[in-house]
């Protein structure tokens, strides 16, 4: 079931799989380019306690405001977060895993590369895609934020909270990132990573090899293997709204030259071929179990 009210999306589910409650608010105008979506969430009684948590070029900043979770990330290790604890998760590389007790509630913003790079306040290469503590990040502005959230009962109000937090945050912080490598960034996230990389080096204006040193040290990420996890992630879209024909359609229609090439891709970010991740779908925006 999906309502939607102005920026806002209600999506709710209850099966034999669980029941689960999520709220998106989409960014202003102003925070667009920072912050892709704002989620606040609650789920219980699930038939599953692990999800596969996928790259999308993308990184998140969670609140975890119910029972235990543990994050695998990188895959065979595992932190342990409990109510009232909260993480930084850079541009990743390949799937995470999270686990709960078949329950969970929290709140969580998704940053783009520039937002993450205004959030941490230097280069993403520096931190790469490991968990980070938010407080570690900026402090008193952290500890307040998890307090209000748990303060806070409604989806509405944990929404507002996050959103004055990123308002505060990404919106007074200078940028720092020449504007060369913000519009190289654009033009992969725009056109799903289809643009080739020498291409977007000549067309900024320089060689390869110092584009790919660059855009790695700001962003955490080269930008061929970028362009690589934001194709995927479109696919991953495309397979949520369960619009596939066939996968050769699915590499087809996601810039991808066979489905072989396709193939490859989930294998790496995913952990699965297409057809075998594609059996971990849940209904109604869930995500994938692992």
Known sequence: MDHRISRTAVVE????????????????????PFVRRFNAYAEHDTSFTRRR?????????VFNLG???????PINTRTIYGAGAAFYSGLSRTYAVTETDRSQEGAQVMLTPLGARRLIGFPLEDV??????????????????????????????????????MMRRLMLSPSQIPHDLIWALGRLQ??????GVNTLAAEVGCSRKHLTVRFGREFGMPPKLFARVVRFDRAVQVLRRGHVASWADLASACGYADQAHLTRDFREFAGSSPAAFARRKLPDDGGFVD
């Open 53 to 61: 948590e996928l790259p999308s070029g993308l990184a998140t900043l």
């Open 190 to 195: 725009e056109t799903f990573g289809s643009v």
């Open 128 to 165: 790469s895609d490991r968990l980070i503590d938010p407080v570690d990040l900026f402090a008193f502005a952290a500890r307040e934020t998890i307090e209000r959230l748990q303060e806070t009962k409604s989806h509405e109000g944990r929404l507002a909270i996050l959103e004055q937090l």
């Open 67 to 73: 029972q235990e979770l543990r994050v695998e990330h």
């Open 13 to 32: 589910h209850g099966s034999r799989r669980g029941a689960w409650r999520m709220q998106f608010l989409v960014p202003t105008e102003r925070l667009a």
